[in-house]
């Protein structure tokens, strides 16, 4: 059945959405055992045994002679700034601890606006410790004249050995006329739609605009049914990041009744753990559809395939 010539649809559909890929951060020695000792309000720098540079944040090697740095040692809390710059959401400086050798990047108080290279700051402590960086709240501007410290060398502290972080992307994906109209026709009809090549004549699902056989433009828009036929399939035992479906579950390839390619979805419908003895390529399945409430335009809207037996075929 033709549902009429391709004509897209008037308001391109945007799919919204985030991705989300949390992980955990080995921070290895100097890193962690610098977390751990902001947590307890102390600013930890290394030594290196050969040359003697001090470097805060404390570094596993010497970023001058490149020997192992082994040694860690305390770190006066004021310093002095060497570098600043503004930004929409910090006033970022690289400050030089009283005693230490290298900078430190770090943000300045919010009303440091006059902070300029050579004036002095001391810390400024986080309320309550989060075992990151913000443990360290800020450098402030500091014109009480508060006397250079040296660094004091420290024996074996606890190490901070993991961090979890979660990196977010937002971001937006326009599905462009054919999707846009699958996807809609999904949401309002439950109904599929594929197009129609006009040199071989095959339906291809989802809908595009070239023949991706024959390199020519499709000509219709094609309503393909919900039923179809198991291409292929998969067993899930893994679990994953993002994943919808909690393991196991089966992934399978469909052909459509009506269609001349494979639909990625889901079987279900019966105990998976017998989908190997079950499932057979060629055996005919159904979508089970969502209720309309839950239906948004996706693929999803279709809850899964279920596998549909000789009695229902009428064999
Ligand atoms: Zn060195
Ligand atoms: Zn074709």
Redesign the pocket.
């Known amino acids: 059945m033709t549902d009429g010539l391709l004509t897209g649809i008037d308001q391109p559909q945007v799919l919204e959405t985030t991705l989300s890929l949390p992980y955990t951060l080995t921070t290895g020695r100097a890193a962690g055992t610098f977390l751990a000792e902001l947590g307890n309000k102390r600013i930890l720098g290394s030594r290196c045994d050969k040359c003697a540079r001090v470097m805060t944040p404390p570094q596993d090697y010497c970023s001058r002679c490149g020997s192992a740095s082994e040694t860690f040692v305390h770190m006066p809390e004021r310093g002095t700034v060497t570098a600043v710059t503004r930004t929409d959401r910090a006033i970022l400086a690289l400050v030089q601890l009283d005693g230490s050798d290298s900078g430190f990047l770090h943000r300045l108080a919010p009303d440091s606006h006059h902070a300029a290279v050579g004036a002095r700051v001391r810390a400024v402590w986080a309320d309550t410790p989060s075992q990151s960086m913000l443990d360290l709240d800020c450098f402030a501007l500091d014109d009480t004249g508060g006397h250079a410290g040296s660094a004091i060398e420290v024996g074996e502290v606890a190490v901070v050995a993991e961090l979890a972080y979660s990196l977010t992307l937002h971001y937006k994906h326009a599905y462009g006329p054919h999707y846009g109209r699958l996807f809609d026709e999904l949401a309002t009809h439950r109904r599929i739609l594929g197009s129609l090549?006009p040199?071989?004549r095959?339906v291809l699902v989802p809908p595009r605009e070239f023949?991706d056989?024959?390199f020519?433009r499709t000509a219709q828009y094609v309503d393909v049914a919900d039923t179809g036929i198991l291409q292929a399939f998969s067993v899930i035992h893994m679990e994953f990041v993002g994943q919808t479906r909690k393991p196991p579950y089966v992934y399978a390839e469909i052909v459509l009744d009506g269609s001349a390619t494979r639909l990625i979805h889901t079987i279900a419908g019966f105990d998976v753990t017998t989908a190997a003895e079950r499932l057979q390529i060629g055996m005919p399945v159904r979508a089970v559809w969502k209720d309309r409430a839950d239906c948004h335009g996706t693929l999803d809207d279709i809850d899964y395939f279920e596998i549909v037996t000789g009695s229902e075929r009428g064999d």
């Open positions: 090549c040199s071989c095959n023949c056989a024959c020519v």
